[in-house]
């Protein structure tokens, strides 16, 4: 930037975007996003628990700015860290990954059917494809 005489005028780093926390499960991948302004532009880099991010097949710094984590596992929780700087300073946020219980990511299915002995049951499909049929009480036999 540069003021009405065209001189130019250093901006410290400023956030547009924060990281903000993040809930994902094993084996996905996630962006943590943190744009930023400033002038000169800043540069950005990021940390985890305190220790830089170092780029590689599963830590990728994208559009610039953001970390997107490849095949998340149990060890990439944490407390990340977005470190903006140029010349006319420097500014950081923070935000934590956390993994959630691999079983509370199997999606369910529920299906009612009338079995060949006059019981009415209920099907539970997991995301893994397991089927758990089980016999409903008396009171919810009849089909809705």
Not at 26 to 41: H, K, Q, R, Y
Request: charged content about 15%; glycine content about 6%.
């Amino acid at each position: 930037q540069h003021d009405a005489c065209g001189v130019f005028v250093p901006v410290p780093p400023q956030f547009l975007n924060y990281p903000t926390n993040t809930y994902a499960y094993e084996s996905t991948d996630i962006e943590m996003e943190c744009a930023v302004t400033g002038n000169p532009l800043p540069t950005v880099r990021w940390m985890k628990n305190g220790e830089e991010v170092i780029p590689s097949d599963y830590f990728q710094i994208v559009d610039g700015t953001n970390l997107q984590i490849l095949g998340l596992v149990k060890s990439d929780e944490g407390f990340y860290q977005c470190v903006a700087e140029n010349s006319a300073g420097s500014s950081q946020a923070m935000a934590q990954l956390l993994l959630r219980d691999p079983a509370a990511q199997m999606a369910t299915h529920t299906q009612r059917f009338r079995g060949s002995d006059g019981w009415c049951y209920r099907s539970v499909t997991i995301a893994t494809g397991t089927q758990h049929p089980s016999r409903l009480p008396a009171a919810n036999q009849r089909f809705p």
